[in-house]
Each structure stands twice: as structure tokens, then as C-alpha cells.
């Protein structure tokens, strides 16, 4: 049984998912692509093979669309998302779930109503983190208790230019979301409040309105302090790093180079000018798990609508921080 893939956007994340579907992942194939930019949609499908359109609702109610992911702006989550509900349709919609809290509320909403018809869930998050080996092996090793218990972790976030309307907000909802997901379910612990500080100036590449870098402090339910530098305008390269400090021993990720270079006697790595390069297997096996539950029936295990709200609440406390002078807010779930 071939999945018949449906892909909304076909921008950078769009793209990569029509190619990894077409020729990464057994048992799907791509069906038609939609943009608002006409020729940016035949340019993703024709190697695929794939039909396109700018409609994406003509894409969510086609025949021959099994199954959607939704790969376009954060602004066009929500209602994409209902749409694909309302045609009883699965759909893999890439982070956030929607741009407010109160949009992502209603998605959720809608979406445990229909899982209650169905018997089963539609609705699958894009947090690609929790299919990275090196995140599936740390979370592993910390449920084994191998370093003892967890008191403090660390992360860095980095890019090598922001979008040039970025925000505060905006790089929490679009950014720091990868985090306020992963570190809950990598610890295994939600979020009891957080706080949002930054320097005494932002870096001269920084968009008006955007304070960068950024530090962002969650504290656990259990007590463990994670630190999260942001920083979106690093310009070197993309970089993320994470720590964990235990009672018995630290881990951390290692950043592997694309390449090693011994040149005019000195040696040195590059690094990558995007994410996609770091976790190009963390998307492909998000993909793959995804098409692998369509085909068998199994729940997905992907992230689920009210993980993508509760990151989102998150997000919204550390917005209140912001206008709060980096006061710790409270998280407040639904």
C-alpha cells in the first residue's frame, strides 16, 4: 500500500519533504504539491512526479491525496489544519501548531473531536528533535538513570541570520518552540515557569524589534534549571549544542563537520549555513514513522496536537516575561 502524499508549501522544508518522500521513504509517493507561488510548486513536483496547484484546500480535498503535510507559513497552521480535519484527512503539519495559543486551543478542539468519531488521532506535529538519533539516545540514557539525577541543561541555538522581520515573539514561536518541546520530553518533566532575559544590546545584524542573542530560562516541574541561549544573527554557521548535567556525569551532542580542512598550515571544520544538514536524518525518520503508522494503522508517534499547544503555552509565558522585564511567569496549561 502506497500513501499518497499531499504537500503544502513548497518553500525550503516544503522541498525537502517532496524529495525525502519521493525517494527516501518507502511506501509514499507524492501526489500534488501546493504554493502560492505557481512556478516555486512545479519546480518542487515535477521531479517527483507530482502534480501542483495554488490551492492548497483543492490539494486537501483531492482523490488522489491520501495524506497531507503542511510545510507553509506559521500563519496558515490553523487553518490548514482544520481544513485537512474537516476532509477527515491525516496530516503532518510542521511546528508551531498555530500561531496563538487561542488558535491552537481550537485546533486541538476540533481535533480530539474528530479522534473521539474515528477512533484515532489525524492530526500529527512536526518536532522533528524527537527522531534525532542523538536525541533518542540521550533520552534513553537519562531514563536509564546513567547520570544520576538531572540538575541543570544547557542549550544554544544558533543561526546565521534571522528573518528580516523577526521579533522577540517571533523567535520564540518560530525558533525556541523546538526546545519548549524537546526539553520536556527529553527530561521527562513539564515546565513550571520561565523567564526571558537578554544583554544590554543586540547584535548589529538583528532585525528592529529583535533582541538577539536571547537567553531563555525554564525551570522543571522536578526543579532542574535548563538554560537556552538563542541566538539568531550568530552569522558563522548553524550551530545547536545541549548538556546535561547529572549527579554522576554530564552528556553533550557533538557538532559534526561537514568537513575537516589542514590548509597554509592550519586545520579547521565547517560548519553548515542551515539546520536541514544537522538533522537531515531526524526528518526523514519523522517521515518515514509517519507513513509506516498510515500504512499499518498504528497510532503516529510523532508529537501529537496538545504537545504542540503545550509548547505553544510555554512560548506565550515567555512572551509575558518579555513584558514583564524577565520576570519568571508561570506556565499555565489548559
Not at 502524499?5 to 518522500?21: E, F, T
Not at 484546500?57 to 507553509?72: Q, Y
Request: glycine residues 8%.
Amino acid at each position: 500500500m502506497t500513501i499518497r502524499v499531499g504537500v503544502i508549501g513548497a518553500g525550503i522544508m516544503g522541498a525537502d519533504h517532496v524529495r525525502n518522500l519521493a525517494g527516501a521513504v518507502s511506501g509514499a509517493s507524492v501526489s500534488l504539491v501546493a504554493d502560492l507561488d505557481a512556478d516555486r510548486a512545479a519546480a518542487a513536483a515535477g521531479p517527483a512526479g507530482a502534480r501542483s496547484t495554488t490551492d492548497p484546500r483543492a490539494l486537501i480535498t483531492d482523490d488522489e491525496v491520501d495524506a497531507v503535510v503542511i510545510a507553509s507559513h506559521d500563519s496558515t497552521h490553523a487553518e490548514l489544519l482544520t481544513a485537512c480535519l474537516d476532509a477527515r484527512k491525516p496530516v503532518l503539519c510542521e511546528k508551531p501548531l498555530a500561531p496563538t495559543v487561542e488558535e491552537g486551543r481550537a485546533v486541538v478542539e476540533a481535533e480530539e473531536a474528530v479522534a473521539v468519531e474515528l477512533g484515532r488521532s489525524l492530526v500529527s506535529l512536526g518536532f522533528m528533535r524527537r527522531f534525532d538519533p542523538a536525541h533518542t539516545e540521550l533520552r534513553r540514557r537519562l531514563a536509564a538513570g546513567e547520570l544520576g539525577e538531572v540538575l541543570v541543561a544547557h542549550c544554544v541555538s544558533r543561526n546565521v541570520r534571522s528573518a528580516p522581520d523577526a521579533t522577540n515573539v517571533s523567535a520564540i514561536t518560530n525558533s525556541a518552540i523546538h526546545e519548549l518541546d524537546s526539553m520536556p520530553w527529553l527530561l521527562g518533566t513539564s515546565v513550571a515557569e520561565v523567564a526571558w532575559v537578554s544583554g544590554r544590546k543586540a547584535s548589529s545584524l538583528a532585525p528592529a524589534g529583535l533582541q538577539d542573542p536571547a537567553l531563555m530560562l525554564l525551570r522543571m516541574e522536578d526543579g532542574t534549571l535548563v538554560t537556552l541561549e538563542l541566538f539568531l544573527n550568530a552569522e558563522y554557521g548553524y550551530s545547536t549544542r545541549l548538556e546535561v548535567v547529572g549527579e554522576r556525569g554530564t552528556a553533550s551532542f557533538t557538532e559534526s563537520p561537514l568537513l575537516e580542512f589542514n590548509l597554509d598550515r592550519r586545520r579547521a571544520t565547517e560548519y553548515p549555513a542551515d539546520w536541514r544538514p544537522r538533522f537531515a536524518d531526524a526528518y526523514r525518520i519523522e517521515l518515514q514513522a509517519w507513513i509506516d503508522s498510515l500504512r499499518t494503522g498504528a497510532p503516529s508517534p510523532l508529537a501529537t496536537a496538545r504537545d504542540g499547544l503545550r509548547a505553544s503555552e510555554i512560548g506565550a509565558a515567555l512572551a509575558a516575561s518579555i513584558d514583564a522585564a524577565g520576570a519568571f511567569v508561570k506556565v499555565v496549561h489548559a
